[in-house]
């Protein structure tokens, strides 16, 4: 019933020439199938090529970050509507924007109604960490980050949200978490959260992903598990020969 999605976090990586580089790999190795979307996020200043390289091609093309304001004197900044001329998702919440920029609940919140404003898919990323799983605390502090991230949001079509589940200590660690675990996280705690603010039926519509050391090696696992709907990955989007490893497991 839902989609997979594998979308390719490349973080700060890759000049406009490597970018379409690898982008051309993966349109040649994509081709037009449709049983699986796919999105990239690169950095802010390769979309705009990327957006003209990808135009008969399935690839979805995603923002890392918007700012939560509209428009006017924020010096760095890019908005939702900028992004927006050349994507249909944005990641938001993400662990090293919350952990490195000091970003909140309260602003991931801003940034979502921002992104919604302008039609572009929020993927919101939610997680633990390894002292909190230890402590027993995941499910307390995936369930506020949900319930904060998400306060007030008006989603008239569940297909307008993404969740990426991301235990914090598994992102770039090598250390991925177990599929059953995740499956399990997500079907106890994720939609059961989701449901409470919006009901079971959009809940259950809406796609969850999992990330943290996602490879080809061990994609199929998460991706048999009913309540995974596909990955958010990091290091392996970087290569075109993983990257699309990765999609083939969903088949
Ligand atoms: C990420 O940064 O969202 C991520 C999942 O990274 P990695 O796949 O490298 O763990």
Not at 84 to 97: A, D, I, N, P, Q
Not at 220 to 232: N, T, Y
């Amino acid at each position: 019933m839902r989609k997979p999605l594998i979308a390719g976090n490349w973080k700060m990586n890759k000049t406009e020439a490597e970018a379409i580089s690898l982008v051309r790999k993966l349109i040649q190795g994509v081709k037009s199938q449709t049983s699986v979307d796919v999105l990239l996020c690169p950095p802010f200043t390769s979309l705009s090529q990327l957006h003209k390289l990808l135009v008969s091609s399935p690839i979805l093309l995603g923002a890392q970050n918007i700012s939560e304001q509209k428009a006017g004197a924020y010096t760095g900044e890019i908005s939702a509507e900028m992004a927006g001329e050349f994507c249909s998702h944005v990641l938001l919440g993400h662990s090293e924007r919350r952990a490195i920029f000091h970003e909140s609940d309260e602003l991931i919140n801003q940034k979502i109604q921002s992104a919604l404003s302008v039609d572009l898919i929020p993927v919101l990323c939610v997680g633990e960490l390894l002292e909190e799983r230890e402590s027993g605390e995941a499910a307390n502090v995936i369930s506020r980050q949900l319930q904060a991230g998400l306060k007030g949001i008006h989603l008239p079509d569940p297909e307008k949200l993404v969740i990426a589940y991301e235990p914090i200590w598994a992102i770039g660690s090598g250390k991925s978490a177990s599929a059953d675990d995740t499956g399990s996280l997500i079907g106890g705690v994720i939609r059961p959260t989701l449901a409470g603010i919006w009901g079971d039926d959009t809940s259950q519509k809406i796609r969850v992903l999992y990330g943290g050391s996602v490879n080809p090696g061990n994609a199929r696992g998460f991706f048999s598990q009913s309540e995974i709907d596909g990955a958010l990955v990091g290091g392996a989007s970087l290569s075109a020969d993983k990257f699309l490893g990765i999609i083939e497991q969903t088949f």
